[in-house]
């Protein structure tokens, strides 16, 4: 008996000088899950926004593991 295939997910970030946008879709582009943005904030400097765009990252996948119960191998 074969077991269910879960889905996986891909991460798209975007940087832009005013907001960055961070959001989950399954690998096929069918769904879109956990869409986030926040402000850019490129004045605190360059190691401040990249860890912005990290934390942004990390919210996404929980957001998308808490709406979907995918495992955090599934991305």
Do not use: W
């Not at 399954?26 to 879109?32: E, H, L």
């Not at 869409?35 to 990390?58: C, F, H, K, Q, Y």
């Amino acid at each position: 008996m074969t077991r269910p295939q879960r889905e996986q997910y891909i991460i798209g970030l975007d940087l832009g000088g005013t907001n960055i946008k961070a959001g989950a879709m399954t690998m096929d582009g069918a769904k879109c899950r956990a869409v986030r943005s926040i402000p850019t904030n490129s004045s605190v400097g360059d190691e401040a926004v990249a860890e912005r765009m990290v934390a942004l990252v990390e919210e996404v996948i929980h957001e998308t593991r808490l709406e979907t119960q995918a495992s955090r191998d599934g991305f």
